[in-house]
């Protein structure tokens, strides 16, 4: 599967899951899966605000631009087509089968 592009979160959205996760005492794994983030991301921050540089964090990250959305929408949508596709022509052969 294409990769999609990296999500930008703000500076106020990594502070509150920072936040959360120092007071809620679960895990980086539980309060990511909570938030639909990448673990790896939060551990990230949970790191730099430990060091006292979250508010540095992704300053050097390019925008997505319109064009990049577009393409990364398209590319989860003919994935999706190529599944349901492979899965009509099992069914089909399945169903040719038992029919003789």
């Known amino acids: 599967m294409e990769k999609l592009p990296k999500a930008e979160y703000s500076p106020e959205f990594r502070e509150q899951a920072v936040r959360t996760y120092q007071e809620s005492g679960l895990s980086v794994a539980e309060i990511a899966k909570r938030l639909s983030i990448p673990k ?10 430990k060091n006292g540089k979250l508010a ?6 390019k925008p997505v631009t319109e064009m990049e959305m577009e393409l990364s929408r398209l590319k989860r949508e003919l994935a999706e087509t190529r599944m349901e596709r492979d899965f009509l022509k099992k069914c089909t052969a399945y169903f040719a089968k038992g029919s003789r």
């Open 56 to 61: 540095s964090v992704g300053k050097n990250q």
């Open 40 to 49: 790896s991301s939060l551990n990230n921050w949970v790191l730099a605000s």
